[in-house]
């Protein structure tokens, strides 16, 4: 008898970046493949690519000082919420590490309100 699949709840990633950051220029690439494979490997995923000073009501009062940015939440929470090094091993690992915490079971993260408002407005998205 097999064990029965875990459900899968929709993945919600974003990154927060800025039009001046070549670093999050070179970064987008990295970000939209891995939503891609995670697409691909059956995920329900959003992915959203936000520029904190294009989308500022967006953000809110969140304070970002480092770039790239990633938030990672799903129906249970947010999973992660900080600066990545961009390269895209690190952000596979992150993503399978998020995905695999909800499989078992593990709590969300605890994060500040400004997060918590932005993953809100995101879910709702």
Same mark, same amino acid.
């Given at each position: 008898? *097999?064990? *029965?699949?875990?459900?899968? *709840?929709? %993945? &919600?990633?974003a990154c927060l970046c800025a039009a001046w950051c070549r670093t999050c220029d070179a970064y987008r690439e990295v970000f939209?493949?891995?939503a891609a494979e995670s697409? @691909?490997?059956g995920r329900a995923v959003s992915a959203h690519w936000i520029d904190i000073e294009d989308q500022a009501a967006l953000v809110g009062d969140l304070d970002v000082e480092t770039f790239? &940015? %990633?938030l990672v939440l799903d129906a249970g929470g947010v999973r992660f919420f900080g600066?990545?090094?961009?390269?895209?091993?690190t952000l596979r690992r992150m993503l399978r590490s @998020?995905?695999?915490a909800a499989a078992?079971?593990?709590g969300p993260a605890a994060v500040a309100?400004?997060? *918590?408002?932005l993953a809100e407005r995101l879910a709702g998205r």
């Amino acid at each position: 008898m *097999s064990a *029965s699949p875990v459900p899968r *709840s929709r %993945l &919600t990633i974003a990154c927060l970046c800025a039009a001046w950051c070549r670093t999050c220029d070179a970064y987008r690439e990295v970000f939209d493949a891995a939503a891609a494979e995670s697409r @691909a490997g059956g995920r329900a995923v959003s992915a959203h690519w936000i520029d904190i000073e294009d989308q500022a009501a967006l953000v809110g009062d969140l304070d970002v000082e480092t770039f790239p &940015t %990633l938030l990672v939440l799903d129906a249970g929470g947010v999973r992660f919420f900080g600066p990545l090094e961009p390269q895209p091993e690190t952000l596979r690992r992150m993503l399978r590490s @998020a995905v695999e915490a909800a499989a078992a079971g593990v709590g969300p993260a605890a994060v500040a309100p400004a997060v *918590s408002a932005l993953a809100e407005r995101l879910a709702g998205r």
